[in-house]
């Protein structure tokens, strides 16, 4: 899965560059002319939001979990294919994670990730896009914080030793351009994979659900 995961960004980096240097075949004048010169085009951009993440498990039905707030923010592409069509890959630093109440106090564990979007991107109307594909994440460290009201702790970890450390999961959302430059989006991310391959009691076989809220900038 790691090769794969460098693989992925690899190609979305050669990619962006290749696109980037290819001069693409611009539509007929007709009454939307401007919309399909604008999509023709190849953009490359920032974007930044924020996420609302739990997990979930169909196996542990009498555990629950409340979510949490993170960041997301990272690079974007937009790779024009046939209109309205679009390859959207991204690479993305990511806060997942989630809370529980237990009989000790607060637990909270926090996840940094890197996450490589692999999407399809449909211009189902002039301002309005839906984004669907698979997405690789990478592991990169976990923090966990316990608080039981008096005292509170937290310790870092940089390797995952429970599970795996890389995940294949899945992306569906929508965004709106704001106008040629800015967009606003929303989405919901889910692991496909389980955080423990092992799923024992001491690490259930959680699966990472994120609801992502956020602007994207193009810088061309």
């Known amino acids: 899965m790691k090769k794969i995961f460098l ?14 240097q290819r001069r693409y075949a611009r539509a007929p004048r007709n009454n939307n002319s401007r919309s399909y010169t604008d999509f023709y085009g190849p953009k490359i951009g920032l974007k ?16 629950s979990t409340g979510s949490i707030l993170g960041l997301n923010a990272g690079l974007t592409l937009d790779l024009p294919i046939i209109y309205p069509l679009s390859f959207a890959p991204e690479v993305l630093y990511s806060q997942k994670g989630y809370e529980a109440t237990t009989v000790n106090g607060i637990y909270t564990e926090r996840t940094h990730y890197i996450d490589v979007p692999l999407l399809a991107k449909i211009k189902v109307a002039p301002t309005f896009n839906v984004v669907v594909g698979p997405q690789l994440s990478y592991l ?21 030793n429970a599970g795996h450390k890389s995940y294949l999961g899945g992306v ?5 351009d704001i106008n040629r430059s800015v967009d606003v989006h929303a989405r919901y991310t889910i692991d496909l994979q389980k955080t ?12 990472n659900q994120v609801w992502q809220f956020g602007l994207g900038f193009k810088l061309n």
């Open 7 to 20: 693989s992925a960004i690899c190609l979305l980096l050669v990619a962006g560059s290749v696109s980037a």
């Open 48 to 63: 930044i939001g924020a996420s609302v993440a739990n997990q979930t498990s169909s196996g542990y039905n009498n555990y």
């Open 140 to 160: 990169v460290s976990t923090t966990n914080t316990y608080d039981d009201g008096f005292v509170t702790s937290t310790e870092h970890y940089y390797e995952d």
């Open 172 to 176: 569906v959302g929508i965004s709106f």
């Open 196 to 207: 423990d391959y092992r799923g024992n009691t001491y690490a259930p076989n959680y699966r």
